[in-house]
């Protein structure tokens, strides 16, 4: 029945917010991290502008979340059986939810690691940057490169095959991080025999060609070295 008023509109609303959080487990870990972030953020006294992108990104992963779950009961509904359209849709509403999520948590990492290293070490917020910031960005810029290149190439599963190797690319970008950051001649060459390793292992499980391993290899740790020369 259609509400005949602001209020009745509202409970709907409040009612819509309730079934979600009764129904979907995902949502109630969102509903737990959240908090805990929020209680973080107040312990380390971040600053307003911090803690207005956090509440945002909160926001913003609860907002994809509900759209996700009414997508899911929409298409239910229009196609009770299985049709790969369906799941095609599924797949990009979830696919919303993980960007949300994934933003979430860089903007998280961003306001509180520079307040946690300051605790810990006594220094101005102000002078300090997020530990591992680099090899943190490095990732993601390489990831984002890996999508790019399976999207335009259009060949391969998301986590199994195509050109080029995402496991390949993030593992060298991890290992070129921390060769290039002087953590030590043995950290550094145990970081790139697990990075040799991962891609050995996705040749040997014929998930990938040893071509798209290497050009993989070559992607992260290129990507991370120009980084590394442009990083202020």
């Known amino acids: 029945m259609r509400p005949s008023n602001w209020l009745e509109s509202l409970n709907c609303a409040i009612d819509g917010i309730l079934w979600v959080v009764r129904t979907q487990r995902n949502m109630r870990y969102h ?3 959240a908090v805990l972030m929020l209680l973080a953020a107040i312990l ?3 600053s307003a502008p911090e803690l207005i992108f956090m509440v945002f990104a909160i926001i913003l992963v609860f907002f994809a979340e509900m759209i996700n779950t009414a ?6 509904l229009v196609s009770p059986d299985y049709h790969p359209l369906a799941r095609r849709a599924k797949d990009v509403a979830a696919g919303a939810v993980m960007v949300a999520a994934v933003g979430a948590v860089l903007i998280g990492y961003l306001a509180l690691s520079r307040h946690l290293l300051m605790n810990l070490e006594g220094n101005q917020v102000q002078n300090v940057r997020p530990p591992g910031e680099f090899a943190f960005f490095s990732v993601l810029v390489v990831t ?5 290149c399976k999207g335009f190439l259009r060949c391969g599963l998301s986590l199994q095959g195509g050109m080029p190797s995402g496991h390949a690319a993030v593992a060298f970008s991890i290992a070129t991080s921390v060769a290039l950051l002087h953590r030590g001649l043995i950290v550094s060459g145990l970081s790139l025999f697990l990075a040799f390793l991962i891609g050995q292992s996705r040749v040997q499980l014929k998930v990938h060609s040893f071509w798209e391993v290497l050009v993989g290899a070559i992607l992260g740790s290129g990507t991370t070295l ?3 020369v442009i990083y202020p």
Not at 71 to 76: H, I, M, S, T, Y
Not at 144 to 148: A, G, N, Q, R, W
């Open 44 to 46: 380390l006294r971040v």
């Open 31 to 33: 509903f737990l991290v």
């Open 226 to 228: 120009f980084l590394y």
């Open 144 to 148: 984002f490169l890996v999508v790019l």
């Open 71 to 76: 997508f899911e009961v929409l298409v239910d």
